[in-house]
T-cell receptor
Framework: DAGVTQSPTHLIKTRGQQVTLRCSPKSGHDTVSWYQQALGQGPQFIFQYYEEEERQRGNFPDRFSGHQFPNYSSELNVNALLLGDSALYLC????????????FGPGTRLTVT | AQTVTQSQPEMSVQEAETVTLSCTYDTSESDYYLFWYKQPPSRQMILVIRQEAYKQQNATENRFSVNFQKAAKSFSLKISDSQLGDAAMYFCAYSVVYGQNFVFGPGTRLSVLP
């Protein structure tokens, strides 16, 4: 039973570029949430997708957008990258919107130069 | 807005000893969940233990237990018989019952000394 998977593992981009990160939820899960974890800090909630719609959103600008596909996998897109977007991006999945059984993936390390 | 505070940026413990990590939170909700997550250098967030706010009994998972004081909005983690593999960043997190906008604390780095 595969857990939450994310790709790529590492990514280096230049300021102003756009990036897409991918997440496949744990088998049986239908909800995906994304978090940004800056170095030395706790993760911050970006948004949650359920039934292919954004259900909740944290305090992040519109440059951060997402998508959920019919197979429940999800993408996080960030446009017009800033140096401050450098962080570990974590994906978490669960069944339904309850946080009680939420599992995290290993993350994608994004470096913006 | 909900906030989570972890006042100990770093802690250390001798192998086989007991250590307690502190966490306080602020919320106006009466029902919510609290979690402790462990993040080793591999970066994977691993759930250590969780507590439902409506339950008065403190949660326990093997060597890990919590002291949940709802009135004081305190949620500390006790690790007994510490092992080298317990060394990691530990994050306290809060969530409303319906929703997944977890609020994480800043973390406590735990070192285990042989």
């Amino acid at each position: 039973d595969a857990g939450v998977t994310q790709s790529p593992t590492h990514l280096i981009k230049t300021r102003g570029q756009q990036v897409t990160l991918r997440c496949s939820p744990k088998s049986g899960h239908d909800t995906v949430s994304w978090y940004q974890q800056a170095l030395g800090q706790g993760p911050q909630f970006i948004f949650q997708y359920y039934e292919e719609e954004e259900r909740q959103r944290g305090n992040f600008p519109d440059r951060f957008s997402g998508h959920q596909f019919p197979n429940y996998s999800s993408e996080l897109n960030v446009n017009a990258l800033l140096l401050g977007d450098s962080a570990l991006y974590l994906c978490a999945s669960s069944f339904g919107t309850s946080p009680y059984e939420q599992y995290f993936g290993p993350g994608t390390r994004l470096t913006v130069t | 807005a909900q906030t989570v505070t972890q006042s100990q940026p770093e802690m250390s413990v001798q192998e086989a000893e007991t250590v307690t990590l502190s966490c306080t939170y602020d919320t106006s909700e009466s029902d919510y969940y609290l979690f402790w997550y462990k993040q080793p250098p591999s970066r994977q967030m691993i759930l250590v233990i969780r507590q439902e706010a409506y339950k008065q009994q403190n949660a326990t998972e093997n060597r890990f237990s919590v002291n949940f004081q709802k009135a004081a909005k305190s949620f500390s983690l006790k690790i007994s018989d510490s092992q080298l593999g317990d060394a990691a960043m530990y994050f306290c997190a809060y969530s409303v019952v319906y929703g997944q906008n977890f609020v994480f604390g800043p973390g406590t780095r735990l070192s285990v000394l042989p």
